[in-house]
């Protein structure tokens, strides 16, 4: 079953899935301008590919799959919106007051750093695992099996918690 | 720190960009509005516009062959036939990718897609090597008979050197051109620049996955 391609639904969908959006951005992206970049590539192939939301998944499933592989090959844009002569409106998602009002803590600001550092598709394992995902939602995003998921999990949280102490001491 | 806490941390960040993310209602309108491919589907012009242009060239060799068989030297003949046959591979990978961006779809698991990615960049490396597996028939279709006859042993010294220097160079390329040497000095040198490093890092991920499969 498909969803209408209509916009204001889609503009509904996104207002209350932004986060994922965002938090994916980020942790793909090295500074803000690839950042803006990536949130607009990404909300323009959820827009073209809303026509064709299979209902069998969830909305935040289906917008991981799309936000995720957009992110991992977001490295070889130049062969895609640079073409189009099309420029995108830039911030269409944005931080209130970015730079001042949103404080990050020093744990947060490691945590992302950490979780930058990982390789690609770990990155996209333990940003599930942080969004509290089960374990088969994980595994139906992916395309890998929930036991393969847990020993990964393991291993990437074992990497995070051997950082933080590196700092701490 | 402990597993708590760290989810805890990102907790935290979940609910201050609750509150302080905004999406700007007439941007993404704007979006909905543009008229454009996606990221995949964006791939195909360049690949079928090399499709084309391969096949236009392969053909006109195909012609020349057929219509210069009984009167062309066999240097030429044997140069062009391979030639066309390295061509005609080439036109096979560019083929191949195009079925991967028809297959490739972002909606689908990331791994499924990210393979399918990820091979169809890196084959750009086959498409390189057989490039430059070509380079010694540049150096042998002009040769005919009465060069044969009449040259001097400088110009076959001198030739049968370019040759086989050439020879050396396309096969060692051929084989060495692979992922395990990218942090070569040499592979640095003939794969530098921006247009190389979207392909470099295919190679990358396509790695990871195979880990993954493990």
């Known amino acids: ?169 | 720190m402990e597993d708590n806490e760290i989810l805890q941390v990102w907790k935290n960040y979940d609910r201050k960009l609750e509150e302080n993310l905004l999406l700007s209602r007439q941007n993404a309108t704007a979006i909905t509005a543009l008229k454009v491919q996606s990221f995949l589907a964006s791939m195909k012009p360049l690949k079928i516009f090399t499709i084309v242009a391969g096949v236009l060239w392969v053909g006109l060799l195909d012609v020349l062959i057929v219509s210069l068989f009984h009167i062309a030297s066999p240097f030429f003949l044997v140069s062009a036939i391979l030639l066309t046959i390295l061509n005609k591979l080439a036109i096979g990978i560019y083929l191949y990718q195009l079925i991967l961006l028809h297959q490739a779809d972002i909606t689908e698991p990331v791994l499924a897609t990210q393979e399918k990615i990820a091979r169809l960049k890196s084959s750009t490396l086959w498409v390189a090597r057989l490039l430059f597996l070509q380079l010694p028939l540049w150096t042998t279709f002009y040769w005919n008979k009465s060069m044969l006859e009449n040259g001097s042993m400088s110009l076959f010294i001198t030739q049968a050197l370019v040759t086989g220097v050439f020879i050396f160079i396309a096969v060692w390329l051929f084989i060495n051109i692979s992922y395990r040497n990218r942090n070569k000095k040499w592979f640095g040198f003939i794969f530098n620049g921006k247009e190389w490093s979207p392909l470099m890092k295919s190679m990358e991920v396509l790695s990871q996955l195979e880990e993954y499969k493990k």
Request: net charge positive; proline share 2%; hydrophobic share 40%.
């Open chain 1, 1 to 169: 079953m498909q969803l209408k391609k209509d916009a204001q639904v889609f503009l509904s969908v996104m207002e209350s899935n932004k986060g994922i959006i965002y938090k994916v951005a980020n942790a793909y992206c090295k500074n803000d301008e690839n950042r803006k970049d990536l949130i607009q590539e990404i909300l323009v192939q959820l827009w073209l590919s809303f026509g064709k939301y299979d209902k069998q998944y969830s909305i935040s499933t289906w917008m991981y799959r799309i936000a995720l592989n957009v992110a991992i090959s977001f490295y070889r844009k130049e062969n895609s919106r640079n073409k189009i002569n099309q420029p995108l409106p830039v911030d269409t998602l944005f931080l209130r007051e970015e730079g001042n009002g949103f404080q990050k803590e020093a744990d947060l600001q490691h945590l992302q750093q950490f979780i930058k550092e990982l390789k690609e598709i770990d990155r996209a394992i333990i940003i599930l695992y942080l969004e509290e995902k089960p374990q088969q939602e994980i595994a139906t995003i992916l395309g890998l099996s929930t036991t393969n998921i847990a020993t990964r999990v393991l291993r990437i949280k074992q990497q995070l918690k051997q950082k933080f102490s590196t700092i701490k001491n």
